[in-house]
């Protein structure tokens, strides 16, 4: 009789066991500078180039150690359970890239309370919750360089439209609003914007989307996706629906991802920030702040190893780098590292 | 004896009382529960230096104490038969509402019995439909949960409402003495309060009733339809205050707030022993499911276990701990039939 009853036992008990075998190799040891890259989401291309730059930045800083961590949707309320074990652990420096601006600042004070240093990198925290935030650049070159590679491909006029990654996304947001600007300007009174529609980051749905903007603007030229899922997702509904040649894709990707669709003509150009050198800058950057090698206060700039150093403006703000332009010449080249 | 499903009556033996008892006790769903979770929370401490610490575990309650609020309420709707998927989604049009109330001023106590009212009044329109239509409960909380949702997407848009009063706040993030969270303290209340309404009431035993046979049981006389309209309405209200405990606890609300969370509820109420088909189930087994998943993934976050990994753990820990008595049954009955059909063996 008691040995049926322990069958039961055994088996959940095996099943955790297993579990917790998975993360026990991770535990640190506590004289470790412990520094937390936490992500919008996990299985995400941009992010996982990120964590290799995290992973440089650890090897050239003595005593340092990287947690790469994010949930598996990319949700605010993920990432507040994962900054609150975070905080359990009393690591030395947490780094976000925020799925919610707001949502995320009552936890972040909490760890700040807690006497962790807590920065934001991609997409910011609001300022109560962080020190900097470190934007791959800025906001106003990013909406005008998609702009501007649209019209280069499009030779200046015909209806565009925006595929964008969901509402609530907080980079997304800004360089559409910056594009709307950029589109106000006369040398660019002949593209017409029909159009933004949403994602959600999901390859499905961003396809699905894609396709009704086929359906809805026949005479649309080209579509603008600011994020490395709509685009390959447009880039995808373009070839199949044998639109190469008459709608372009541009936007932000990433080179291996990319490669496919520039050589089969549905891309001309896209363009992306290095997220590698990203992830270095921002690890690098937030064990200056954990180790008191830098203050993070506005106007100051912090030394960040071969990226040289990074200005923090009035507002709190940094600024990494410019986006890069890919196009058939250089995106091979580049496929091979992210 | 066997695990034993709190679904299946358990086989009466000849014992003395003591020892039958004794194994009634053993036999339990929640003495099966009790036994994961220690073994959770001895996993847990061997991963992770972090776990036995009192401030860790106080703070940890967070991750579950809003879901558990709506666990209860799940269990009763479960019991009668029937099922509400909409309760995430009440949590957001709530949470919108309370947001909304906020922006304009409105002070705290109004805020908390604002959103319980809306709660409530979602609550009791898909009772309302349920009950004066005669649609199943699945299809009309189907219906609801993306029209709830939908209302606050058209509200809010890529807008959030993030101005709440300094006293809201304390709700959800404050805690007592510095330890123990206001959210852990009202949902142990709650759970004291379910616990007595199930199971020390005719209430209680009336909708275990309807759960098994709603036919007999309007035929003793049970107003079947009108509580079944109330256990919704009262899981409109349970929702409406997790969104107020939500809300505060973030301060920021968004029309995607608490998304796919009726599916870990039900998880939950199924892990706890409640049988699915209704009839049967108690609110300590669904507490402590409450804390196996809570605890479970504290110590996965703890050991930085991603999401992925963690949403399979789960999910294997759900189908064994409801299999395996299933499995041994079968087992047990198989060996029996053949012990029977071949009395020298």
């Known amino acids: 009789m ?78 507040i359970d994962i900054i609150n074990s975070l905080i359990a652990q009393n690591v030395n420096a947490i780094v976000i890239s925020a799925n919610d601006p707001d949502a995320l600042v009552p936890v972040a004070k909490k760890a700040m309370a807690r006497g962790i240093t807590v920065m934001s990198f991609d997409a910011g925290v609001a300022p109560a919750g962080r020190v900097f935030q470190l934007n791959p650049s800025k906001a106003d070159l990013i909406g005008r360089k998609q702009i501007e590679m649209a019209a280069k491909t499009l030779g200046g006029k015909g209806e565009i439209a925006i595929l964008s990654a969901t509402a609530q996304a907080t980079n997304q947001n800004i360089w559409i609003a910056e594009m709307k600007k950029v589109l106000a300007e006369p040398a660019y009174k002949d593209l017409k914007l029909v159009d933004v529609v949403y994602g959600d980051d999901q390859s499905d749905k961003s396809y699905r989307e894609a396709i009704g903007l086929f359906r809805k603007h026949p005479d649309l030229k080209a579509i603008i996706a600011p994020t490395t899922v709509g685009i390959t997702a447009s880039a995808k509904a373009v070839t199949d629906q044998k639109l190469v040649g008459k709608v372009f894709v541009t936007g932000l990707g990433l080179p291996s991802e990319m490669a496919g669709h520039v050589h089969s003509g549905a891309v001309d150009t896209f363009a992306i920030w290095n997220p590698i050198d990203l992830g270095y800058t921002a690890t690098y950057a937030a064990f200056q702040l954990a180790t008191k090698k830098a203050t993070g206060a506005p106007n100051s700039t912090i030394e960040v190893g071969r990226m040289k150093s990074i200005a923090i403006d009035a507002s709190g703000e940094a600024a990494m780098s410019e986006p890069y332009v890919f196009d058939k010449t250089n995106v091979d080249k580049f496929a091979k590292i992210f | 004896m066997t695990l034993t499903h709190p679904s299946r009556p358990v086989r009466p033996m000849p014992k003395s009382a003591f020892e039958t008892r004794l194994l009634a006790l053993a036999a339990r769903w929640e003495t099966a529960l009790v036994v994961i979770l220690v073994v959770i929370c001895g996993l847990n401490t061997a991963a992770s230096p972090y776990f036995l610490d009192l401030h860790n575990l106080f703070d940890s309650t967070q991750i579950f104490s809003e879901k558990g609020l709506l666990v209860l309420s799940m269990t009763l709707i479960v019991i009668t038969g029937d099922i509400d998927l909409s309760v995430a989604s009440i949590i957001a049009l709530t949470g919108t509402f309370v947001g909304f109330l906020a922006l304009h001023g409105v002070a705290t106590p109004w805020l908390v ?216 049954r079968r087992l047990r009955l198989a060996l029996e039939r053949r012990r029977e059909g071949n009395p020298r063996g």
């Open chain 1, 2 to 79: 008691s040995v049926k009853l322990h069958f039961g036992k055994l088996a959940a008990a095996t099943i955790l066991a297993a579990a917790s075998v998975l993360g026990a190799s991770l535990a640190a040891r506590a004289d470790d500078v412990r520094i937390a890259m936490v992500v919008k989401n996990l299985g995400n291309g941009f992010f996982d180039a990120a964590h290799e730059g995290g992973e440089e930045a650890i090897k050239a800083l003595p005593g340092a150690k990287l947690i790469y961590t994010g949930p598996t949707t990319p949700t605010a309320e993920g990432q």
């Open chain 2, 113 to 328: 019995v604002g959103g319980i009212a809306v709660g409530t009044a979602c609550g009791a329109f898909n009772g309302g439909v349920i009950v004066r239509f005669q649609v199943p409960a699945i299809v009309v909380t189907i219906g609801t949960m993306s029209l709830f949702r939908g209302i606050s997407y058209i509200v809010l848009g890529d807008q959030a409402y993030t101005r709440f009063p300094e006293s809201f706040a304390e709700l959800g993030q404050g805690t007592l003495g510095g330890y123990v969270p206001w959210e852990f303290l009202i949902y142990l209340a709650m759970a004291a309060v379910f616990a007595v309404f199930l199971h020390r009431t005719v209430f209680g035993r009336d909708l275990f009733a309807i759960g098994n046979n709603a036919q007999a049981a309007r035929y003793s006389g049970i107003r079947v339809q009108n509580y079944r309209f109330l256990v919704f309405t009262l899981s409109g209200a349970m929702a409406g205050l997790a969104a107020v405990l939500f809300t505060s606890r973030v301060g920021a609300v968004r029309p995607n707030m608490a998304q796919g969370w009726e599916l870990e509820v039900v998880a939950t109420a199924v892990l706890g022993g409640v049988a699915i088909m209704g009839g049967s189930g108690t609110i300590p087994g669904v507490v402590l499911a409450t804390f196996v998943f809570g605890m479970l993934s504290f110590g996965l976050g703890l050991i930085n276990v991603p999401g992925i990994i963690m949403s399979i753990v789960t999910g294997t820990l759900l189908i064994a701990a409801i299999a395996t008595p299933i499995v041994v």
